[in-house]
């Protein structure tokens, strides 16, 4: 009988963020997966983890995911750690693999789930929800993401200041997340657009690192952490369009 893969989301950072089916998984006698950018490297993820007071099993494997672009590398790992767990997997063991925030949001395990499915379509894979770094970061700064007919992006920063320009016209609220390497030019860009006091800066949400800034000019020309993000609510750039309010009723033609 072959195991089933669980992408086990733990949430941002604070061990009660766990739901209780991840908490459920982590407590079962499955094998841990964790990820790490380097061989005996350390592992966000496995922190959540261990900080929620858990004891990291014998039965508990690193998978390496490098932190690069080149897709060739990636795809090399990628195989690595699908056949690795697959191993586990083919002994009748369940294997999870543990992923901070939500398994299905910008998360290494779409990666990983996919390639073993591709090398073993009868392996079952289950994907456990979490809350994301963006839905903690505005809870924690009381920024709502979205009022009544609100809409939301959330993307990567490293899209580039025209994305980021492009969007502040058709959205109310924007999400940059992994905002490291260009705050600067979002800063500027904010100021520019009179947006600096719409927006609030969040490293590492829901840890018991997190640090909010309200004061995102004053972030200019510091250097932050990898996992940051800047929430832009309330944009008055927004350009709105008509909207269709209420239900249509079906037309029935006897």
């Given at each position: 009988m072959i195991g089933t893969l669980y992408g086990a989301s733990l949430g941002p950072g604070d061990p009660d963020l766990i739901t209780r089916r991840s908490w459920s998984l982590l407590q079962s006698d499955a094998y841990w997966t964790y990820?790490?950018?380097?061989?005996?490297?350390?592992?966000?993820?496995?922190?959540?983890?261990?900080?929620?007071?858990?004891?990291?099993?014998?039965?508990?494997?690193?998978?390496?995911?490098?932190?690069?672009h080149d897709k060739e590398i990636l795809a090399k790992y990628w195989l690595q750690a699908a056949q690795t767990v697959i191993e586990t997997l083919q002994q009748g063991h369940d294997v999870i693999f543990l992923v901070e925030g939500d398994a299905s949001t910008f998360s290494t395990f779409q990666h990983l789930s996919k390639t073993v499915k591709g090398l073993n379509e009868n392996i079952e894979v289950e994907t456990i929800p979490g809350v994301t770094s963006f839905n903690a970061a505005a809870a924690r700064a009381e920024m709502p993401l979205a009022d009544t007919d609100d809409t939301v992006a959330i993307i990567p920063a490293g899209y580039g200041l025209e994305m980021i320009d492009s969007l502040l016209n058709d959205f109310d609220t924007l999400v940059l997340l992994k905002v490291k390497p260009i705050l600067d030019d979002i800063i500027e860009l904010l100021q520019q657009k009179d947006l600096l006091s719409n927006s609030c800066f969040?490293?590492?949400?829901?840890?018991?690192?997190?640090?909010?800034?309200?004061?995102?000019?004053?972030?200019?020309?510091?250097?932050?952490?990898?996992?940051?993000?800047?929430?832009?609510?309330?944009?008055?750039?927004?350009?709105?369009?008509?909207?269709?309010?209420?239900?249509?009723?079906?037309?029935?033609?006897?």
């Open positions: 990820p790490v950018k380097k061989k005996n490297g350390s592992s966000y993820a496995l922190q959540i983890a261990l900080q929620a007071g858990l004891t990291k099993p014998e039965n508990s494997t690193e998978l390496i995911f490098p932190m690069t969040i490293e590492k949400a829901g840890s018991t690192e997190e640090r909010i800034v309200h004061d995102v000019a004053s972030l200019h020309g510091e250097k932050v952490n990898y996992l940051s993000l800047i929430m832009i609510s309330n944009n008055h750039h927004r350009e709105r369009g008509e909207m269709i309010r209420g239900c249509r009723k079906k037309t029935i033609s006897c």
